[in-house]
């Protein structure tokens, strides 16, 4: 049975790859995961605010600027060098490292969305050996005088010049937050990016009545935000060429057949693997043979899609009507 897919041009062994956690971190626990049935793995982020005040700090002058495009008395508001996990120079050793340990693919993440110096941070880990660049546009536009254009456009100007500094893939993930996201991501596609991913998990603050104090709020994914993706990917795969990939709610071997019947080329995992532990990866990947055995299917290309919006004469129709049927079920 052929669980192989090609995602950013690389071939994987299968769709299961460990998203952009503390697992890479440590050369073993990746090792682990390579043994158990990762197919691939994506390092924890690294910013462009970290990028540029562990440069601020090197010059004499840390915490004077968070980024080139922040405010200097927003400093505040970003963690110290002391609280990231690793530094620049620690995250491409880490690289080096883990492609000595691995024979899986490496991708290094980059999370920023503006252009500017740190961009060239892509080059430097594709000197490391990273395999590919998964590069996270995590942002809320809160300014009122920033069009939706603009926004978008500083995002696409950022992968041209990302895409343009490396020679490796580029995959962009994606948050849900776009006026019209197929148009968005055909732009992309344009601009040279090798995937999408769908879609970057937005951490709420929580609002304390009592102290009047606003704290950020870390709460695992659980199978109900695939939804979502699985929507998304069914229209993105018919109208992208680019690989895609599902991060966000891969909690079950259905979960990752239902991916794959959207049009997904490959899965992340990561919030499954923090509460079951790395073994679970076995049990999906059980899960998924049984599935392709019991509905007579040989390999992933075999149903990869067949449920994605291709098969649809009018998709805006298809969504509308949906969405008053479901509607119109309600009684009281």
């Known amino acids: 049975m052929d669980l192989s897919t090609t995602y950013l041009g690389l071939k994987l062994s299968s769709p299961l790859v460990v998203g952009a956690s503390p697992f890479a971190d440590h050369t073993d626990s990746a090792r682990e995961l390579q043994d158990l049935g990762a197919s691939a793995l994506v390092m924890r982020s690294i910013f462009e605010e970290q990028i540029y005040l562990d440069a601020a700090y090197r010059t004499g002058h840390e915490r004077t600027k968070a980024s080139e495009a922040t405010d200097p008395a927003a400093g505040a508001y970003f963690p110290s060098l002391s609280e990231y996990q690793l530094t620049p120079q620690q995250y491409l050793r880490q690289i080096a490292y883990l492609k000595s340990s691995l024979s899986i693919p490496v991708i290094a993440s980059l999370n920023g969305c503006r252009p500017g110096g740190w961009i060239d941070y892509a080059s430097r880990c594709a000197d ?3 395999d590919a660049i998964e590069l996270n546009l995590y942002h809320i536009a809160t300014d009122p005088d920033a069009s939706a254009s603009e926004v978008e456009g500083e995002m696409l100007e950022t992968v041209r010049l990302l895409k343009a500094s490396v020679r490796i893939p580029v995959a962009v993930k994606l ?8 148009h968005f991501s055909r732009q992309l596609e344009k601009c040279g990016a090798d995937g999408i991913v769908v879609f970057n998990r937005f951490y709420q603050l929580e609002l304390n009545s009592e102290d009047l104090s606003a704290d950020p709020q870390l ?9 979502l ?3 998304w990917i069914s229209i993105l795969a018919a109208r992208l060429r680019c690989s895609l990939a599902v991060t966000g709610g891969v909690h079950s071997a259905d979960d990752v ?8 080329h490959a899965v992340q995992l990561v919030s ?8 679970f990866l076995a049990t999906v990947l059980d899960g998924v ?3 392709m055995r019991g509905h007579g299917y040989e390999s992933l290309d075999q149903f990869r899609g067949v449920l994605n919006f291709d098969r649809c004469p009018d998709a805006a129709a298809f969504e509308r ?3 008053q049927r479901l509607l119109q079920t309600w009684r009281t």
Do not use: N
Not at 219 to 227: F, N
């Open 128 to 130: 490391e050996g990273a």
């Open 175 to 182: 948050s849900v937050f776009h006026t019209s996201l197929v």
């Open 219 to 227: 709460r695992v994914s659980d199978s109900t935000e695939l939804l």
């Open 229 to 231: 993706r699985v929507r």
């Open 257 to 264: 057949i239902k991916a794959t019947l959207a049009g997904a």
């Open 272 to 279: 499954v693997l923090l509460q079951q532990g790395p073994r």
């Open 289 to 291: 043979q049984r599935w």
């Open 321 to 323: 009507g949906h969405y």
